[in-house]
C-alpha cells in the first residue's frame, strides 16, 4: 500500500504571511499531483511534477518534488483569503492508480 | 470542452434503500475513476473503469458496484445502504491512457445523505 501523509492537517494563517505544506511517502510515485478543493465542490488540480527535484511556480504558489520522488512540497507566498481550501496531494503509481493524501485545511483571515 | 458531470448534485436515502449515481466524463476520456470523501477518512478510492473494463479496485465491500457504457459514461451503485455511506461521490475522468502526465478531472461530486 502506498500511503500519503501530509502535514499539517490544519492551519490557520492571516493573509499575507507564507504556509508550507508537506506531502511524504514512503514509496517512489511516477508523477505526483496538488489539488484545491473548495466546499462542496471536486478537487481541482492545481499542478503536476514528474521530474525528480523539479521546482514548479505558479504566481505565489511554488511545488517541489523530492529529488527520490517520494515526496513534495507546497510553498504559498502572501496567502490571500482567495486560497483557502483544502489542499490534497496525490501520488501516481502502479497500474495508473492515484494514492491520495489525507489533505491539508487551509483557511486564510483577512 | 464540457467538464465532468455527476448527478444527482444531492441525495437522501433511508438505510436499507439502493442508490445509483451517474457520472459523464469529459469528451474523449476513456477512465473514469469513484471515490468517496468524508471528513474523518479524506479520500478514499472505490473503482476505476477504463472502456468499460474495471481496471483498479479499492478496499470496499461488494455492496459498492460500478459500470461504465460504450460512451464512457459511467454508474455506481450502492446497495442495502448504511449510515455510515454518507458521503461526498466524487467522480474523476482521465484520458487512461497512462504515463506520468496523466490528470485528473473532477466533478462537483454528489452529496448522499442516509438517514
Known amino acids: 500500500t502506498q500511503l500519503l501523509k501530509q502535514s499539517p492537517q490544519f492551519l490557520s494563517i492571516q493573509e499575507g504571511e507564507n504556509l508550507t505544506v508537506y506531502c511524504n511517502s514512503s514509496?517512489?510515485?511516477?508523477?505526483l499531483q496538488w489539488y484545491r478543493q473548495e466546499p462542496g465542490e471536486g478537487p481541482v488540480l492545481l499542478v503536476t511534477?514528474?521530474?525528480?527535484?523539479e521546482v514548479k511556480k505558479l504566481k505565489r504558489l511554488t511545488f517541489q518534488f523530492g529529488d527520490a520522488r517520494k515526496d513534495s512540497s507546497l510553498h504559498i507566498t502572501a496567502a490571500q483569503p482567495g486560497d483557502t481550501g483544502l489542499y490534497l496531494c496525490?501520488?501516481?503509481?502502479?497500474?495508473?492508480?492515484?494514492?491520495f493524501g489525507s489533505g491539508t485545511k487551509l483557511n486564510v483571515k483577512p | 470542452k464540457a467538464g465532468v458531470t455527476q448527478t444527482p448534485r444531492y441525495l437522501i436515502k433511508t438505510r436499507g434503500q439502493q442508490v445509483t449515481l451517474s457520472c459523464s466524463p469529459i469528451?474523449?476520456?476513456?477512465?473514469v475513476s469513484w471515490y468517496q470523501q468524508t471528513p474523518g477518512q479524506g479520500l478514499q478510492f472505490l473503482f476505476e473503469?477504463?472502456?468499460?473494463?474495471?481496471?483498479n479496485k479499492g478496499n470496499f465491500p461488494g455492496r459498492f458496484s460500478g459500470r461504465q457504457f460504450s460512451n464512457s459514461r459511467s454508474e455506481m451503485n450502492v446497495s442495502t445502504l448504511e449510515l455510515g455511506d454518507s458521503a461526498l461521490y466524487l467522480c474523476?475522468?482521465?484520458?487512461?491512457?497512462?504515463?506520468?502526465?496523466?490528470?485528473?478531472?473532477f466533478g462537483s461530486g454528489t452529496q448522499l445523505s442516509v438517514l
Open positions: 473503469y477504463f472502456s468499460e473494463t474495471q481496471r
Open positions: 511534477v514528474v521530474t525528480g527535484g
Open positions: 474523476a475522468s482521465s484520458p487512461g491512457t497512462g504515463g506520468r502526465h496523466e490528470k485528473l478531472f
Open positions: 469528451s474523449g476520456h476513456r477512465s
Open positions: 496525490a501520488g501516481l503509481g502502479g497500474y495508473n492508480k492515484f494514492y
Open positions: 514509496s517512489v510515485f511516477s508523477s
